[in-house]
């Protein structure tokens, strides 16, 4: 019968047999690397679409909302401060990052968009626009 390990697991398992620091620095090369994120939820409320992102950590200054032709981005930009850069750190787990979302919401409005941030949860309301009709009936002389 096979195992029902995950391959993830067991991949670990045969790495650590021939790496003696096994995963040590993994936490230092994932918080540099290029796919940094954050999770991101999109609520079709009905009169609305209502965005959550979890942004632990960062401020107002460091977030770029953009509602572009229907696609809603959220950007991050999170820079070490330069009071940071003086001080003596014997280890440190914060770093720079940066990370873009985006959701393409088609009928969303330009008009009443609000957002907040508030307890490391950026909420975004998007109203939707009323439907446009492009069909005219053109009479006929």
């Known amino acids: 019968m096979a195992s029902m390990v995950p391959y993830d697991r067991y991949n670990r398992a045969i ?16 918080a540099g690397s290029e796919t940094a994120s954050f999770k991101m939820d999109v609520e079709d409320t009905g009169d609305a679409y209502v965005l959550r992102a979890l942004l632990p950590g ?24 330069e009071e ?4 003596n750190y014997l280890h440190k787990e914060t770093c720079e990052w940066s990370a873009t979302r985006g959701v393409y919401l088609k009928d969303a409005a330009t008009a009443g968009l609000t957002a907040r941030l508030a307890d ?7 109203p939707k626009q009323e439907e446009k009709v492009n069909v005219t009936k053109i009479a006929i002389d």
């Open 84 to 87: 940071d850069k003086d001080k």
């Open 58 to 81: 960062v401020t107002r200054d460091q977030i770029d909302v953009e509602l572009n032709e229907g696609r809603l981005s959220v950007s991050v930009d999170v820079t070490e401060s």
């Open 15 to 30: 790495r650590s047999m021939f790496d003696p620091f096994g995963d040590l620095f993994t936490p230092l090369v994932q």
């Open 120 to 126: 490391g949860v950026l909420t975004v309301n998007v």
